[in-house]
């Protein structure tokens, strides 16, 4: 079974900084793409970034710049560094998983990340 635990989110005034940290366990084969979405109040679940085994990323063009994705493959776990925060970045953070070999995709529970003008 694998399971995701999160960390990381809060409260910050705009400018500010948090980092978000997702640790993935139980999984036999590992996970081929590790990432962040997040699904503000009224709105849609969207990718913020992803980050590929091979340490290719992507980002959603909102944050280019201000956020930084990364990866322990040895820990199995995902990052998500943000600076110069913007009260349009507040939302539920969640982090997502898809498995190596069997591709099936996992979802955490989800971190508040709110961010005060």
């Known amino acids: 079974q694998v399971q995701l635990v999160e960390s990381g989110g809060g409260l910050v005034q705009a400018g500010g900084s948090l980092r978000l940290s997702c640790a993935a366990s139980g999984s036999r084969y590992g996970f081929s793409i590790m990432g962040w979405y997040r699904q503000a109040s009224g709105k849609q679940r969207e990718l913020v970034a992803e980050?590929?085994?091979?340490?290719?990323?992507t980002y959603v063009d909102s944050v280019k710049g201000r956020f930084t994705i990364s990866r322990d493959n040895a820990k199995r776990a995902v990052y998500l560094q943000m600076n110069s925060l913007k009260p349009e970045d507040t939302a539920v953070y969640l982090c997502?998983?898809?498995?190596?070999?069997?591709?099936?995709?996992?979802w955490g529970q989800g971190t508040q990340v709110d961010v005060s003008s």
């Open positions: 997502n998983v898809k498995e190596s070999w069997s591709s099936r995709e996992f």
């Open positions: 980050i590929t085994l091979q340490g290719r990323t």
